[in-house]
Nanobody
Framework: QVQLAESGGGSVQAGGSLRLSCAAS??????????MAWFRQAPGKEREGVAV???????IYTESVKGRFTISKDNAKNTLYLQMNNLKPEDTATYYC??????????????????????WGQGTQVSVSA
């Protein structure tokens, strides 16, 4: 079992920045090979993949956040990050961390299917005002 705990959400004005963290605990012996991702879900909308680091350490982003968001992973701390810059009101959502301990590599193309991931955090709210 893997437990995920997100932090770092909050309320900012458009153009501001936030850094989300996701600390993993439990069965994390091979965390360096985990496929880790950030998803988000706005009210009334489906859960959307934001960014992923796959088991080959490739980083893939959804188009709407390219150039603004950066995903990173500290294997020594079992922690995933999402640096979000130049935030826009449309980025407002609950952000979820997801983990797949099995080897999962996308070859540069991410389908962003939530079903690929076994473990999920509880989410952290990000609100961006105009």
């Amino acid at each position: 079992q893997v437990q995920l705990a997100e932090s770092g959400g909050g309320s900012v004005q458009a153009g501001g920045s936030l850094r989300l963290s996701c600390a993993a605990s439990g069965s994390t012996l091979h965390y360096d090979r985990f496929c880790m991702a950030w998803f988000r879900q706005a009210p009334g909308k489906e859960r959307e993949g934001v960014a992923v680091i796959d088991s080959d350490n490739d980083k893939i982003y959804t188009e709407s956040v390219k150039g603004r968001f950066t995903i990173s992973k500290d294997n020594a701390k079992n922690t995933l990050y999402l640096q979000m810059n130049n935030l826009k009101p449309e980025d407002t959502a609950t952000y979820y961390c997801a983990a797949e301990p099995g080897v999962l590599s996308y070859g540069g193309y991410w389908t962003a299917a939530p079903t690929d991931f076994t473990y999920w955090g509880q989410g952290t709210q990000v609100s961006v005002s105009a």
